[in-house]
Nanobody, 127 residues
Framework: QVQLVESGGGLVQTGGSLRLSCAAS????????MGWFRQALGKEREFVAA????????GVLESVKGRFAISRDNAKNTLYLQMNSLKPEDTAVYYC????????????????????WGQGTQVTVSS
């Protein structure tokens, strides 16, 4: 079983950048496809980005395309989310998640696709 811990959140002004990290322990993340989700206050949790186990395939939410990038370093057992040109609507708690890797290139876009979750890190973008 893998444990996930997010870090890197904080308060940033509109247009600023943050890099979130998700450190895994217990098992190597090369066994998992991984993703980022977010949940704003009063809203449902939504998909942000996903990456397959070796980084060959990535997918991001349309509204963050060109601003956010997901990446991973399997040697460091860490998942990343680089967030640039942040907007107030990006304010949310950000969660990383993992599921046992699949041989296909179909990325996991839905909450129910994932088996393991971190506790989240708050990102607040001020206007």
């Amino acid at each position: 079983q893998v444990q996930l811990v997010e870090s890197g959140g904080g308060l940033v002004q509109t247009g600023g950048s943050l890099r979130l990290s998700c450190a895994a322990s217990g098992r190597t993340i090369s066994l998992y496809d991984m993703g980022w989700f977010r949940q704003a206050l009063g809203k449902e949790r939504e998909f942000v980005a996903a990456i397959n186990w070796n980084g060959d395939w990535t997918g991001v939410l349309e509204s963050v395309k060109g601003r956010f990038a997901i990446s991973r370093d399997n040697a460091k057992n860490t998942l990343y989310l680089q967030m640039n040109s942040l907007k107030p609507e990006d304010t949310a708690v950000y969660y990383c998640a993992a599921r046992s890797r699949r041989p296909s290139a179909v990325l996991p876009y839905h909450e129910q696709d994932y088996d393991y979750w971190g506790q989240g890190t708050q990102v607040t973008v001020s206007s």
